[in-house]
Every structure is written in C-alpha cells, then in structure tokens.
C-alpha cells in the first residue's frame, strides 16, 4: 500500500465551480499536512499546511484535515481557469512525502 | 516574498560526465533538501540535510550522488556518472524547522536531461 494516495485525474470544472481534492495516508506518524500547487516543469508551490484535525481557511482555499480517518481535503471556491495546474498533496513526519498530484482543469 | 534559487534552469549532459545542481536556500533557513520528478511521476525524496551533514536520503540516492554546503549559502547536488535515467526535474527545498512545521519552500527547478 502507498503511503500516500491521491487520485490522478484530470478534474475538469467550469468556471466558478467548487475544487475538491483529497488525500489519504496510512502512517499515523505524519505530522504536517500541505498542498501545493505545480505548473507544468515547475517548482511545486506551498498553498496551504496545517497539522491539526479540522478546516484551515485561507482566501478561497480551504484546507481539511481527518487525523482519525487519514484523510485530508482541499476546497477550492469559485475557480478560475488560472487555477488549472496540478495539486499536489504533501505529508511530513521529517521528510516530506508526496502524493501523485491531481491535474485540475478550469474551464471558462 | 524570499525565495529558493536554483541554477542553472536547464542541463544537458552527456552520459557519464559529472553535472552540478545549485541552490540558494532561503537565508534563515535551516533545513536542506533536493528532490526529484521524472516527467510525469510523483516528485520523490532524494535527501536532506542538517548542519552540515546529511540527515536522510533515500535509496535513490546512492554513491553516485552527492551535497555539500560549501559556504553560507550555497546548496550543491553533485551527480558523479550521470546515467540516462538521471533525466528529471530537480528541486532544492528549505525549512526552517526539520519537521516542516513552517512547509517546505520550493525552488523553481533545473531540468536535467542525460543524452
């Protein structure tokens, strides 16, 4: 079993709609819990991290995190095509693990 | 808003010659690390580093690869024999605290290509 899993996509949305990303993880030893964003032969970007269970908001992102059930989340409201690219969980107990990324697809 | 840089952006080396990845860490940063995405796979933990020494590393990263902190602010990746599955995005990242409490900081990337 991967220590990481997240689906790959692609997600295609319209404009406007609500992102839903997630996560899940089988080591109970991650600590810290982020999302980045990556644009096509580029550096992955930090969007959000927390390391606590329950919502984390920032802009239009909002971060979830389900310790019990390992499971985490990111919500994007009201996309925009500027937010296609792939988005990529990332958990850390030291080193950071990444997940797959999952390509997302804003259509105007 | 600090940054990682990295240079160069894009390498191309032939097979066997030895390559050097660099990387300007944010200043007050503490913890190192390079990782690695071959074109369309997951971006994967080659090593960290921590007061002048390696903390962890993967089992990619064999003797064939190196890093060094030569001064204060350089950050090297050395690839003794580059092999032709060397092809791939290399990332320097930095902490400030090991555990990622503050996230990791990416730089922008050197594209590695092994002819």
């Known amino acids: 079993q991967k220590e990481v899993e997240q689906d790959p996509g692609p997600l295609s949305v319209p404009e406007g709609a609500i992102v839903s990303l997630n996560c899940t993880y089988s080591n109970s030893a991650f600590q810290y819990f982020m999302w980045y964003r990556q644009y096509s032969r580029k550096g992955p970007e930090l969007l959000m991290y927390?390391?606590?269970?329950g919502n984390k908001e920032d802009g239009r992102f909002t971060a979830q995190v389900d310790k019990s059930s390992k499971y985490i989340s990111l919500f994007i409201r009201d996309s925009q095509p500027s937010d296609s690219a792939t988005y990529l969980c990332a958990l850390s107990w030291g080193k950071l693990q990444f997940g797959a990324g999952t390509q997302v697809v804003v259509t105007p | 808003e600090p940054e990682v840089t990295q240079t160069p952006s894009h390498q191309v080396t032939q097979m066997g010659q030895e390559v050097i990845l660099r990387c300007v860490p944010i200043s007050n940063h503490l913890y190192f690390y390079w990782y690695r995405q071959i074109l369309g796979q997951k971006v994967e933990f080659l090593v960290s580093?921590?007061?002048?020494?390696?903390?962890?590393k993967s089992e990619i990263f064999d003797d064939q690869f190196s890093v060094e902190r030569p001064d204060g602010s350089n950050f090297t990746l050395k690839i003794r024999s580059t092999k032709l599955e060397d092809s791939a995005m290399y990332f320097c990242?930095?902490?400030?605290?090991?555990?990622?409490?503050?996230?990791?900081?990416f730089g922008s990337g050197t594209r590695l290509t092994v002819v």
């Open positions: 580093f921590y007061n002048n020494e390696i903390s962890e």
């Open positions: 990242a930095s902490t400030r605290g090991g555990q990622g409490s503050d996230g990791y900081t």
């Open positions: 927390t390391y606590s269970s």
